[in-house]
């Protein structure tokens, strides 16, 4: 596709439950960003994938959320045993990492857990 | 102290106002980047800029690395530019490894 999109768009889960989310980069984006945005914290780093390299797991909150990214293309953000301070929205971006390393947003996955 | 801080948090304008939004941070950066959000989510990259300024449009963007300060200039306003504008740095070779300012809200009234 032309943009970055990203799978669901909303997601209610029960607390307790896990859920993932899917980003699909833009075709030939090397680098691929998960962030947050959540209500009181603004926008946050979660994960960094660059290439083969091994991810910058940095800004993850805690070992209940996990990413990968199958043949450096579609990443899946994973958040097991949700708890209802995760209800944000999920926000993925991917760029390049010659020329103009701009990023750019998919759309985001509001996630709420009740 | 948050790394990147911006001002203000609040701004309201009339239409054809030329208007600027300040961004200060305090770490060392090699990009900064001004981000617009609409209402509904979707975030837009406006400008990427590591020195000097940058123009497209209305919209201008400055840079004073010394200084450490950031502006976002719009001129001539408009109601479609009613959003929530955003500051963010990047350190290293990692440009999309984003540390958010809180953003500013801006309205702008017909």
């Known amino acids: 596709g032309a943009g970055v999109s990203q799978s669901p768009s909303n997601k209610v889960t029960e607390k307790g439950k896990d859920v993932e989310l899917r980003c699909d980069p833009i075709?030939?984006?090397?680098?691929l960003y998960w962030y947050r945005q959540s209500l009181g914290q603004g926008l946050e780093f979660l994960i960094y994938?660059?290439?083969?390299?091994?991810?910058?797991k940095s800004g993850l909150p805690s070992d209940r959320f996990s990413a990968e990214r199958t043949g450096g293309s579609v990443s899946t953000l994973t958040i097991q045993r949700t708890q209802q301070e995760d209800s944000a929205v999920y926000l993925c971006?991917?760029?390049?990492?010659?020329?103009?390393?701009?990023?750019?947003f998919g759309q985001g996955t509001r996630l709420t857990v009740v | 102290k948050n790394e990147v801080e911006q001002s203000p948090q609040n701004l309201t304008a009339q239409e054809g106002e030329f208007i600027t939004i300040n961004c200060s941070y305090s770490?060392?950066?090699?990009?900064l980047h001004w981000l617009q959000q609409h209402p509904g989510g979707g975030i837009v990259s406006l400008f990427m800029l590591s020195s000097g300024k940058k123009k497209h449009g209305r919209l201008i963007a400055t840079i004073n690395i010394q200084e450490k300060h950031s502006s976002l200039h719009i001129t001539a306003s408009h109601p479609r530019d009613s959003a929530v504008y955003i500051c963010a740095v990047s350190g290293g070779t990692s440009y999309g490894k984003l540390t958010f300012g809180q953003g500013t809200i801006l309205t702008v009234h017909p």
């Open positions: 994938f660059q290439g083969n390299s091994a991810p910058d």
């Open positions: 770490v060392g950066i090699s990009a």
């Open positions: 971006a991917s760029s390049r990492t010659r020329g103009s390393p701009e990023a750019f």
């Open positions: 075709s030939g984006h090397t680098a």
